[in-house]
Each structure stands twice: as C-alpha cells, then as structure tokens.
C-alpha cells in the first residue's frame, strides 16, 4: 500500500494529479469531438500552432498563456475561413496552417540564443511544476468546456454524422465547425504546459478512442473518457516516481496504452460472443 501512497505524499505530485484529472475533464469532451469526426490531424496540427505565440511571449517576458491563446485563436480562424474555400481540401488547408505556423515559431525560436529550456517545456510540458493558480485556471477551463459541450451537443452531433443534415435543421454547421475549434483550442492551451504539444493528443485522444467500445453515447464516452484520463495520470505520476521516468511522457504513454488494452479487450469479447452457442429454450 506504502508503493501506491508514498509518491502522493509530496505537495507538487498531489497538485501534478489534480492537474492531470483537471486537464482529463477539459479533454474528454473536446477529445470526444475529435474522435468522432476524425479530425486528430487537425488536434496535431492545433497543438503545434501554439509555437508561434508561446514563443514570441517568453522571448518578449509576456504570458506564455497569453501567447498560446492567440496563436489559437489564429489558428482557429484560419481553420475556419481556408475551409470555405472551393477548391481547396481541409485537410490541404490545415496541413499548410500547420507548417506555416511551426515555422514561425522555429523562427522566433533561432532569434534567441537561450531559449532550449523553454521549448523543451513547451514540446512535452512539466506536469510536476503544476502550481496551485494552475488548478484554478484549469478548473475554470473545465467548466467552459463542460457548458460548451452541453449547450453545443446537439448541433456537434449533427456535425459528427451529416453536416448536411444539420444544415438542413438549421445548426448553423459552420457555425458550429468554429465553435468545435474553438473547444478543441482551448483544450489544448489548458493542457500544453502539463504535459506539452508533442504529448498533448495522448490525453485529447486516447481516453475517449479507449471509451468508444464500451459507451452507448456520446455522454457515456465523454465520462468514460474523463475517467480513463484521470486513472492514466494517477497510473502515470505512481510509475514515474518509483521508475525515475518523465512525468508527463509517462502519462501520455499510460494513455496510449489503456486504449490498445481496451480494444483488444473489446475485439476478445466479440469474438468470445460470435463463438458461443445459440440459447436452448426449454419446453415445458
């Protein structure tokens, strides 16, 4: 029992766990999202959009927090307006956003002669540097996101399945498409500096891959997969403490790893049943 307690005895490693559980309960709605409509490469390329204005805050002694919401909310707009154009796939749009915006930042980046420290914690984060004022921005992220996806369900439900069909009912999809961009940003700013860009996705969307083969619907994964996230981080912090690991890696990789164990879980289980004999009635 002292194996499992003892890492949790220290301040900073309790403040890294409510982080994490904090960063699962912003991810899972948004990272349900994203799994749904498969846009994981757009989650990629959100998450190394940030460079840009995170660098361009530390070199200028600003809110790095600052910096990543603007560079969010570029990214978001630009998203948006190269997808209306006609000739031009998403997937083209977001891919160019995402090169154009990783080398801005690697730009900023070479301008400063001491700046390895600081992209380090950006690519893959410092989820044991958690402070207490951390908690209470993410706890006030959670709640966005939460009140985001219950006010938007309906018409993020439409969009995951037919986005004519909810043109038709009226959702605004487009409307809709930029709020969803909008979540899935502020997820990503929420949780860079716990576990980084490069880790990010592996909260944003393992636990809710991991929670499709067991939810009936979408409240169901989004719960499952806060669930799954928050054990990934307690899972994660225990193992890196006891195995001298990166925190934040660990958590990532302990993530990754529940959903190949829930699928192939879940592939055993169909199997198991397509196997078993057909119920006998008995006639009385």
Known sequence: MEWL?????????????????????ICAPAGTWVVLRGMAFLGDAMSHGLLPGVALAALLGGNVMVGAVASAAVMTAGV??????PRLSQDTGIGLLFVGMLSLGVIIVSRSQSFAVDLT?????????VRQQDLLVLAAASLAALAVSV????AFLALAFDER????????PRLAHAVLLGLLGLAIVASFHIVGTLLVLGLLIAPPAAALPWARGVRGVMALAALLGATATFGGLLLSWHLSTAAGATVAALAVGLFFLSHVLAGLLNRR????????????
Do not use: M
């Not at 948006?80 to 154009?85: F, P, Q, V």
């Not at 914690?121 to 540097?129: E, H, I, P, S, T």
């Not at 006010?151 to 309906?154: I, P, Y």
């Not at 049943?273 to 009385?284: D, G, I, S, T």
């Open 165 to 172: 069909k909810a043109h038709t009912l009226g959702l605004r």
């Open 121 to 129: 914690g950006f690519l893959f984060g410092d989820v044991l540097a």
């Open 5 to 25: 307690t003892a890492p949790f005895e220290a301040t900073f490693v309790q403040r890294a766990l409510w982080g994490g559980i904090l960063v699962s309960a």
């Open 80 to 85: 948006t307006a190269l997808g209306r154009a």
């Open 273 to 284: 049943a397509r196997h078993a004999p057909a119920p006998v009635l008995e006639v009385n």
């Open 151 to 154: 006010l938007g369900r309906r």
